[in-house]
């Protein structure tokens, strides 16, 4: 079982529209989740970062994290067709008070449609 | 220099062949991972530095992949008789913090084709 897992999508939405993004993770110790944006050809970039339970907002992006459910999602308020992009969730996995690296899901890919 | 930059940009190469394949993080970051991202899938780990010892090589798929980052700065991941399989986008990342919540910054990557 891989041990970050998302929709590959894609997920088409239009412009304006709230796009919801969902991840599951299967390490319990994992502590630190990412929310990377990769446009087509080019490098991830980091739009969100959350650490706690609950929900993070940043402009027009909402970070929810559940750890219980081991559950972690992005939510994309007012959507523009630059948002289409592969969204990938990354968690850090491995024990606490040393160095871990991230692992990837493959990535859902959004289409805003004008 | 003010991103993570990576060299070459493409690189095309008969089976068989080596390759060397260049990255330089951002000034002063003290950790450095490469990453392997095939076609439709998210980047997959391969290797970490910090500083000049390589203290996770676990990602490596075979013996003919072999990183170095010698003086704690630049890095290199060479393939040795690349594979078909090898190709993939090369990810380098760079990153201040050695603590687990970090933020990594990429290059733009190697995309290598072995032919």
């Known amino acids: 079982q891989k041990e970050v897992e998302q929709n590959s999508g894609p997920l088409s939405v239009p412009e304006g529209a709230i796009a919801s993004l969902n991840c599951t993770y299967s390490d319990r110790v994992s502590q630190s989740f990412f929310w990377y944006r990769q446009y087509s050809g080019k490098s991830p970039e980091l739009i969100m970062s959350?650490?706690?339970?609950g929900d993070k907002e940043d402009g027009r992006f909402t970070a929810q994290l559940n750890k219980a459910s081991q559950y972690v999602s992005l939510l994309i308020r007012d959507s523009q067709p630059s948002d289409s992009a592969t969204y990938l969730c990354?968690?850090?996995?491995?024990?606490?008070?040393?160095?871990?690296?991230?692992?990837f899901g493959k990535g859902t890919m959004l289409l805003v449609s004008p | 220099g003010a991103g993570v930059s990576q060299s070459p940009r493409y690189k095309v190469a008969k089976r068989g062949q080596d390759v060397a394949l260049r990255c330089d993080p951002i000034s002063g970051h003290v950790s450095l991972f490469w990453y392997q991202q095939a076609l439709g899938q998210g980047p997959e780990f391969l290797t970490y530095f910090q500083n000049e010892a390589q203290l996770d090589k676990s990602g490596l798929p075979s013996d003919r992949f072999f990183a170095e980052r010698p003086e704690g700065s630049v890095s290199t991941l060479k393939i040795q008789r690349t594979q078909q399989e090898d190709s993939a986008v090369y990810l380098c990342?760079?990153?201040?913090?050695?603590?687990?919540?970090?933020?990594?910054?990429f290059g733009s990557g190697t995309q290598l084709s072995v032919l």
């Open positions: 990354a968690v850090n996995i491995g024990a606490p008070g040393r160095y871990s690296t991230l692992t």
């Open positions: 990342a760079s990153s201040l913090s050695l603590l687990r919540e970090k933020e990594l910054f």
């Open positions: 959350i650490y706690s339970n």
